[in-house]
């Protein structure tokens, strides 16, 4: 049984730095090239950042680019995504995901074969 369990949201005030992490079980963790999306209240979702996978290779969304740092530790089946310099827009559901059969560099929220439940990130003004 795959599961993607994200963890570390919370509410943080603008200009705050959060860490969140994604425990990935039931799949070779370095098989798969992984995101993390988020969904804000009344939005669709959206891609965030994305990662190769042996974390060579990282990308991001134009509005989280010089904030957010993707990573991973395949040892540990772990994903990360690292916000700094926290915006009230940034407030939303973060989702990680799974995708075998696409490229970090493609992925697409229609690519991903598994997606954890989410974490709530609030930042307040």
């Known amino acids: 049984q795959v599961q993607l369990v994200e963890s570390g949201g919370g509410v943080v005030q603008a200009g705050d730095s959060l860490r969140l992490s994604c425990a990935a079980s039931g799949i070779t963790f370095s098989d798969y090239a992984m995101g993390w999306f988020r969904q804000a209240p009344g939005k669709e979702r959206e891609f965030v950042a994305a990662?190769?996978?042996?974390?060579?290779?990282?990308y991001y969304g134009d509005p989280v680019k010089g904030r957010f740092t993707i990573s991973r530790v395949n040892a540990r089946n772990t994903l990360y995504l690292q916000m700094s310099g926290l915006k009230p827009e940034d407030t939303a559901v973060y989702y990680c995901?799974?995708?075998?059969?696409?490229?970090?560099?493609?992925?697409?929220?229609?690519?991903?074969?598994?997606w954890g439940k989410g974490t709530l990130v609030t930042v307040s003004s």
């Open positions: 995901g799974a995708t075998r059969g696409t490229t970090a560099q493609a992925m697409r929220i229609s690519s991903m074969d598994y």
């Open positions: 990662i190769s996978r042996l974390g060579a290779n990282t």
